[in-house]
């Protein structure tokens, strides 16, 4: 059974006797993984009934023992086994064991299975199951997953934790940080994607440094300044600024951002990063460009941006076109491996990707949206 609004049923709800987290979103996982144990150990204060463990480190018989042991001081006893596909995958004898107590578990435990590593026909069911035409795809594939992954699936509570599309990250970017108690400008909101990029430890890092700044200094909403200053960037000359130079079409304005990063803060992978991303979402367009009617919002969506930027990007592609576009993704990887294989310095490999990238296209007369 896949628990819907997990959050708010691992806080207050029942928990079920067996639960399963996994997934490649492994900031995610944890989050789920602390919010449980939080739980379960506010409701023992002698720390006796809460217990972690790695799978690797018991028997199969020796881990249904301690599940089937009843609670001491708390009214259920909480068991969290980390690494479970090692004990998941097992058949034989400890598989049968498993079965058994899977088939009728001790209702005074919350065995709580941790997986790091996901069977691949498993990965992203849960976007599956919540498409009512991909069902008989989902059947098919908890049929070919291991024999325990199965049961858990079909008569446990489960959450999965897939990795977030791109175009879904600003939506979660912006949540947490009203759960933080700020809110992001639209431009606060690309400073961060840009300085960051898409990984979620990393973004959450900053969204929580971004927290203490909102909170010492009263503030409601985060503008880029702020992302900038949490970043150590200054507001000149950063990746954001290097992105806004490119989508501009403004090739002295890049190469002197581009000299500062790579020079002073050794940020050249980081450009290669959020140039590829940007052209990436640039690539889009060349799908949504010929439809006409298409509105903001279903354009920002689509690209994965605040429909505050869905002008600025329109822009940019009609400026580079779809061969321009190319030409930058192939250039952006033959850079890549330039810089990962020392083959030429930093600075020039650099600067070489940028004049490729820029030297055809057309200066913008004048910024549209200044920070």
């Keep these: 059974m896949m628990v819907e609004h997990w959050e708010e049923r691992f806080r207050?709800?029942?928990?079920?006797?067996?639960?399963?987290?996994?997934g490649e979103e492994r900031v995610l996982v944890e989050e789920a993984y602390h919010l449980l144990r939080e739980r379960l150990e506010r409701q023992d204060p002698t720390g006796m009934d809460v217990e972690v463990i790695e799978a690797d480190a018991l028997?199969?018989?020796?881990?249904?023992?301690?599940?089937?042991?009843?609670?001491?001081?708390?009214?259920?006893?909480?068991?969290?086994?980390?690494?479970?596909?090692?004990?998941?995958?097992?058949?034989?004898?400890?598989?049968?064991?498993?079965?058994?107590?899977?088939?009728?578990?001790?209702?005074?435990?919350?065995?709580?299975?941790?997986?790091?590593?996901?069977?691949?026909?498993?990965?992203?069911?849960?976007?599956?199951?919540?498409?009512?035409?991909?069902?008989q795809k989902v059947?098919?594939?908890?049929?070919?997953?291991?024999?325990?992954?199965?049961?858990?699936?079909?008569?446990?509570?489960?959450?999965e934790f897939p990795k977030l599309y791109d175009r879904e990250i600003p939506s979660w970017v912006a949540q947490r940080a009203r759960r933080y108690g700020y809110e992001l400008s639209p431009m606060a909101l690309e400073a961060l994607l840009a300085t960051v990029g898409t990984d979620l430890a990393a973004l959450l890092n900053e969204?929580?440094?971004?927290?203490?700044?909102?909170?010492?200094?009263?503030?409601?909403?985060?503008?880029?300044?702020?992302?900038?200053?949490?970043?150590?960037?200054?507001?000149t000359y950063s990746v954001f600024e290097l992105q806004r130079a490119v989508g501009e079409g403004d090739l002295k304005q890049a190469i002197r951002i581009a000299q500062y990063l790579v020079g002073s803060q050794r940020q050249e992978l980081l450009i290669i990063a959020t140039l590829t991303r940007y052209f990436l979402m640039l690539w889009k367009l060349a799908d949504l460009e010929p439809m006409s009617g298409v509105s903001p919002e279903a354009v920002a969506s689509a690209l994965g941006v605040h429909p505050f930027f869905v002008a600025d990007y329109q822009a940019a592609y009609r400026r580079f076109g779809a061969a321009g576009v190319e030409r930058a993704?192939?250039?952006?990887?033959?850079?890549?491996?330039?810089?990962?294989?020392?083959?030429?310095?930093?600075?020039?490999?650099?600067?070489?990707?940028?004049?490729?990238?820029?030297?055809?296209?057309?200066?913008?007369?004048?910024?549209?949206?200044a920070v």
């Design 12 to 22: 207050k709800g029942e928990l079920p006797p067996v639960i399963l987290l996994f």
């Design 59 to 135: 028997t199969a018989r020796e881990l249904i023992e301690r599940a089937r042991a009843y609670p001491t001081f708390a009214p259920r006893r909480g068991m969290f086994v980390r690494r479970a596909e090692h004990l998941l995958g097992r058949g034989g004898d400890a598989g049968a064991i498993l079965n058994q107590y899977l088939r009728q578990p001790q209702s005074t435990t919350v065995l709580v299975f941790i997986a790091d590593v996901t069977p691949e026909v498993l990965r992203g069911i849960s976007r599956h199951l919540r498409n009512p035409k991909q069902q």
């Design 207 to 235: 969204l929580q440094k971004l927290a203490v700044v909102a909170q010492s200094q009263g503030l409601q909403t985060i503008e880029a300044e702020h992302v900038l200053q949490c970043a150590g960037l200054s507001r």
């Design 329 to 369: 993704l192939f250039a952006l990887h033959r850079a890549d491996v330039a810089l990962k294989s020392g083959a030429a310095p930093p600075e020039s490999v650099i600067g070489a990707l940028l004049v490729t990238i820029l030297s055809t296209v057309e200066q913008m007369p004048e910024r549209q949206h």
């Design 139 to 159: 059947q098919q594939a908890i049929q070919r997953a291991p024999a325990l992954w199965r049961l858990l699936l079909q008569e446990h509570a489960w959450v």
